[in-house]
């Protein structure tokens, strides 16, 4: 498929359920200084229930926020769902199911590209190449969170018989190549333990063989990776020694052409003594959403956020909304989808 325009956890039954959803589905930045994230919030009640919230993403200038639920009005085990608000100073509405792209299977994780036309997610339904697969759908207006067209697989290319999903779309601008990172249970991988790969996209907008990121990865389960959009920044989710159950890690770079710093985890005042996974670094640089099953949430696991101040004063000056990745379904060479 071309595309232009633009996850063993613990000994707790619930856990391997996650990683099956998953399958079936701090340092500053380099460059720049940040203040300590701030102690997570559970988004409430209105956006979490007594069910299982996941994969989060924002999209639509910080005013959309989607994600995967098994709650009661959906199509399938999981769907996607979406929470508006008018503002970012406004709380979250009531979810709304995406019914257009949801299936009577498993569809979870979501990610957009950078101006909100193209949606990523993870997907079990038939027609890919394995175990998860992902999928990606268009819309032409980046504002209509109910707009999108029929989902197509990524194909296989990137996709593989094993679990393939939680994609971070990177955009490198006029004179680089875009980058898909996602989670993947190929070898040296298995269905259980995952990891981050990445996938380069070339010029008549094709995703090429998929490369192991060997500085993110450990002997132990690393996923969802969601890196930040000047590409010197990424967040994951891993069991791997430092973390309690699951932990939240991070890793920088000094600039895209640079390997990945080794990863560090974000410590205390976000990761905790129960499981934190599945972490979205926002468009703006200064939030992150993540689920997690610590006490005093709705549910099974319940959508969090912390926030810090700006990372880097001069590489987010539209931090108020996501960048334009065009109207129609062209690159930023101008090459059209096919």
């Not at 340092?27 to 409430?44: D, I, R, T």
């Not at 296989?156 to 939680?166: I, M, Y």
């Not at 993110?216 to 920044?233: I, K, T």
């Not at 000056?317 to 996501?322: P, Y």
């Amino acid at each position: 498929m071309q595309i232009h325009g633009t996850s063993p956890l613990s000994k707790r039954p619930w856990a391997f359920v996650l990683m099956a959803l998953w399958i079936a589905t701090s340092e500053v930045g380099a460059g720049g200084n940040s203040s300590p994230w701030s102690a997570p919030e559970n988004l409430g009640p209105t956006v979490n229930s007594e069910f299982s919230e996941q994969g989060p993403a924002i999209t639509n200038r910080g005013r959309s926020l989607y994600f995967g639920s098994d709650r009661p009005g959906g199509v399938g085990g999981i769907d996607i769902w979406v929470s508006q608000r008018p503002s970012r100073r406004e709380p979250w509405g009531a979810p709304m199911n995406v019914s257009a792209v949801n299936s009577p299977f498993i569809d979870n994780i979501p990610w957009f590209s950078p101006g909100g036309h193209w949606m990523f997610f993870n997907s079990n339904r038939p027609g890919g190449s394995g175990d998860v697969d992902i999928w990606a759908a268009w819309r032409p207006d980046p504002e209509d969170d109910f707009g999108w067209e029929p989902p197509v697989n990524l194909g296989a290319t990137v996709n593989s018989p094993s679990f393939d999903g939680g994609v971070s779309y990177l955009r490198r601008g006029r004179h680089g190549r875009s980058l898909l990172y996602f989670a993947s249970g190929r070898p040296p991988g298995t269905r259980e333990r995952v990891d981050i790969y990445v996938s380069e996209q070339g010029d008549d907008g094709s995703f090429g063989p998929p490369v192991l990121v060997s500085e993110l990865n450990s002997e132990f389960n690393d996923a969802r990776p969601s890196v930040r959009s000047d590409g010197r920044e990424l967040f994951f989710f891993s069991n791997r020694p430092g973390s309690a159950l699951s932990d939240l890690w991070t890793s920088t770079r000094r600039s895209i052409s640079h390997p990945w710093s080794p990863p560090v985890n974000l410590g205390a005042t976000v990761n905790t003594a129960f499981g934190e996974f599945q972490p979205h670094i926002a468009p703006d640089a200064r939030t992150l959403y993540f689920i997690s099953d610590r006490p005093g949430g709705f549910g099974l696991l319940d959508l969090y956020v912390t926030t810090r101040r700006r990372p880097d004063k001069d590489d987010h000056d539209n931090d108020d909304h996501d960048d334009d990745d065009g109207g129609d379904r062209h690159d930023e060479d101008g090459h059209h989808h096919e």
